[in-house]
């Protein structure tokens, strides 16, 4: 099963760069070809021609919720975001748009999508580090992604 | 008493970005500013780094723009060192940049600008737009633009070390060439690039003049905006995105200024207004006359059409036949009409696949010869690049050691922005009246925002790619009365 486990975020903005750590700490764990193992700091359509062409994709990103506590983990499909979201970006569109898009284009996308994110409490400054708890979870996330893998029989 | 209209971008940045009509008793439009809320501390970031981080760091301050940010940084790290590229190392770079430039291009003008024109501007919000675009005129266009857009971000991810947030500029150079096994795909990307350029033209020009309506809008007075234009040209005075000087023309298209970007200190000032937080450029040695037009305005305009207003031609022969169209249908240069900017986009992009041609096609695009390294740090480094939304700078000073010490960036979207609040508030001024406010009355109105392609990150230094808007109408004692969404 060709599987893309892919860590999104913005390397210079605190805690957003959460999911781009937790991809940097299973580099050295992963290393079955069949396996990519990829950061990158992308939305929308963007995000979603990364996924084509795999069978699996389990993406890490950070996330804010109403109610979340830092450092909590989710894990997420990624019916979780269709059907509240609408296009109306300024130059480009949501992932949920996005989804809809390649369906319609008929462009292949993996059968099953998963998300871990992680709550996250600063992502409006400029730091290359995450907060404390932020980066307690870090390790936690890296091995939850590993059993993913493994369940999957893709490790 | 004043009536408040806002029109309210909701980012992951919640508020970061909004436009706010004021109405007044009549129900008239009396105002209108675009307003951006900053997160504070780039540059302070930057301090104290090598100045060799920075084309790494700057492409994460956008989420819109990477490509010309990393580029803008790589080329004041070549004058902060004395270094002038080698001949392959600037064909590689320009083959990276008309990629950006075409990408770029057509995902605003198919995801963004064609569904207002191909559905139109009055259609349901829930329609208009790339779906509704693509269920109108067939999944083709759909998968052609997707596919360019593959193919170009290929070839961005090849030099840049991958497509989005760029790292792979060096000064004097660049890290990674092409070689001839690569050269069959390049010119194959190239010439499919050339071939949809031709069609997206084609279909602006059915579209919209063979609309008689839509010409209307595109030639009305509520989309002209009357300021002084600013944009690169090469030795030639064409259209240049890569390099060259900065030309200015006034409103009338009569040269204003022509210098090197190393001086844009002596041309371009900022204007710090309590309304918003980005740095207002204009005019220096006019001073800042305010949110004015015409005779007396010391405002200028960057991006897609004000490139070929200021330049004499454009610097390939298609790309050149459709520039003479453009302005003949227009009425001559320069032409100060806003969605003209649509139709400016497609041509550049025509100019950048052209580009991408010939670079494709020269044997020196193969050489191994791809980086000068004979540094000599004088401690300041100024770059300059036409960024897809405009000109781009960036001004770096560093300490003996090459460590960062100061770092300034003048962005596309702040040349434009004082112009977006004066299109806006033109827009808004000939479709608003007596409070009438509809869903396809408020999308003409961001149709004057939408023209400049304007990116919020960049003005602002954070990362924003998301802006859906939000309008808000409130009562004379500020109460919200309506609100209507885009998205």
Redesign the interface.
Known sequence: MKTLVLGLG????CD?SVGLRVIQNLKNRILNPDISIVE???????LI?LLSGYDKAIIVDAIQTKNGQVGDIYRLSSDTFTGS??????????FA?AL???E????PLPVEICIYAIEVME?????EECTGKVNEAIPVVVEKVLQECIQSNVL | MLKKISINPVTRLEGHGKIEIFLDDNGDVHDAYWQVVELRGFEKFCQGRPAEEMPRIVPNICGVCPTPHNMASVKALDDLYSLEPTATAKLIRQLQYNAFFIEDHFIHFFFLSAPDFILGPDADPAERNILGLIGKVGTGIGNRVIDIRKRCRNIMGHVGGKPTHPEGGLPGGVSRGFTEDDRKGLIETANMCVEFGKFAIQLFKETVLGNKEYLKLVRSENYSLKTFNMGMVDENNQVNFYEGKLKVTDPAGKEYAFFDSRDYINYIGEWVEPWTYVRLTHLKPLGWHGLTEGDGTSLYRVGPLARLNVADNMATPLAQKEYEIMFDTLGGKPSHQTLAYHWARLIEALQAAETMQIITGDPLLTSKDIRNMNLKLKKVGIGCVEAARGTLIHHYETDDDGIITKVNLIVATQHNAAPISLSVKKAATGLIKHKEVSEGLLNMVEMAFRAYDPCLGCATHTLSGHSPIELIIRDSKGMEIKRLNSI
């Open positions: 913005n390397s210079i903005l957003d990158a700091s992308e939305g929308g359509l963007g021609m979201r609408h296009i109306g970006t300024l130059h480009d569109v949501d748009s809809q898009i390649v319609k284009l008929h462009i992502v409006n400054i400029f730091s």
